[in-house]
């Protein structure tokens, strides 16, 4: 059925089945990006600041309570993290296309 719909739009659009497995799996990767990054900033406006440096200076300065505040620093860091990752296999594929 799967590969159906994807013979089916590669005729329609006239474009290598290749070629679009790639702009599908970039789209993909684009919303993760934009998920990971969401989820960030939601953390981060939690406590009102801008980057995870600010947040870890808060915790301490004791601005803000330790828990649950390392935690989503830790939180904060790993998205950071993952959001590279993702930059970086975005990159890769462009090249590719």
């Known amino acids: 059925m799967k590969m159906e719909i994807l013979d089916k ?3 329609e659009e006239g474009i290598e ?3 679009l497995i790639s ?3 970039l789209t993909y990767l ?4 934009r998920k990971c990054m969401e989820d960030r900033l939601e ?3 939690r406590y009102g600041v801008a980057s995870a440096e600010e947040l870890e200076n808060k915790i301490k300065e004791g601005a803000v309570k330790e828990h649950p505040a390392w935690e989503d620093l830790i939180a904060v860091e790993n998205l950071e993290a993952r959001i590279k990752e993702i930059e970086d296999d975005i990159r890769n594929l462009q090249r590719t296309l």
Do not use: A, F, P
């Not at 684009?30 to 990006?33: A, D, G, Q, T």
């Open 30 to 33: 684009m919303e993760k990006k």
């Open 23 to 25: 702009l599908s799996l």
């Open 43 to 45: 953390i981060l406006k």
């Open 17 to 19: 089945k290749e070629e």
């Open 9 to 11: 739009i590669v005729k």
